[in-house]
């Protein structure tokens, strides 16, 4: 693999961005493949479960400057382009990924990357809209020396523009992310019902409305949900 290189797992859209800080807006996707974590609950486990999947056929070696015009043509008729990189992880690509940020910049596009937040954003810096970092919660069935990097939080809470995002199935973890929050204090803070079905999200966020409420944060949704299931590619 060269620095030119990117393992792809999928390009998609334009369609809409299901979560976060941008849901709802037009944007076309980029995810990459490759994961350092092994959530238990992970919805995209085709990018690093090869006990499961088959690397050959989920995630292929692209040029970067292959990815940027698929991701240009498919998304040209955009009147506000946003691009949204997500994963596996996308920060254990930065190097190449930089090419494919500073191309869609260049031509006027939102570049939101959504990160797990256990890697540095390095090189990425200054170059990047929004960072959405996901820190995981034990909820993730992974211990948390793996899945909770605090220096590393903490470098992306001194980012100008950042979300954290935690994926939430009760309302007693808000404790736990409440721990969080006050070791590292972002600046904004999403709850998102952890769910891949309708009727799971809608009965999670139910019970997670009123303590978000009371805490000051926003309840997330998962909008791709809601419109098309767990299709992928959406």
Request: aromatic content about 6%; charged content about 25%.
């Amino acid at each position: 693999m060269t620095s030119t290189t990117l393992w792809v797992s999928e390009l998609f859209g334009p369609t809409v961005q299901g979560e976060g800080a941008s849901t709802g807006r037009p944007a076309m996707f980029l995810r990459t493949g490759h994961c350092p974590l092994r959530c238990s609950w992970c919805d995209t486990r085709y990018t690093w479960d090869w006990s499961l999947y088959s690397h050959k056929v989920e995630v292929r070696p692209m040029d970067v400057h292959e990815v940027w015009s698929a991701l240009s043509a498919a998304g040209a008729e955009l009147p506000t382009p946003l691009l949204v990189v997500t994963g596996g992880e996308p920060l254990l690509q930065r190097e190449a990924l930089l090419i494919v940020v500073e191309s869609a910049r260049r031509e006027g596009w939102r570049v939101e990357v959504e990160t797990s937040g256990v890697i540095e954003p390095g090189c990425l810096v200054g170059k990047v809209d929004l960072f959405t970092v996901s820190p995981k919660l034990a909820n993730s069935g992974m211990p948390a020396r793996r899945r909770l990097k605090i220096s590393t939080l903490r470098e992306f809470v001194g980012l100008t523009d950042h979300v954290f995002k935690f994926v939430v199935r009760h309302p007693s973890e808000l404790e736990e992310v409440e721990a969080i929050v006050a070791d590292v204090s972002p600046k904004s803070v999403v709850i998102q019902p952890e769910a891949t079905d309708n009727v799971s999200l809608a009965e999670r966020s139910r019970i997670l409305v009123e303590p978000v409420i009371r805490r000051g944060w926003t309840l997330g949704t998962r909008l791709h949900i809601t419109l098309w299931g767990d299709e992928r590619g959406r």
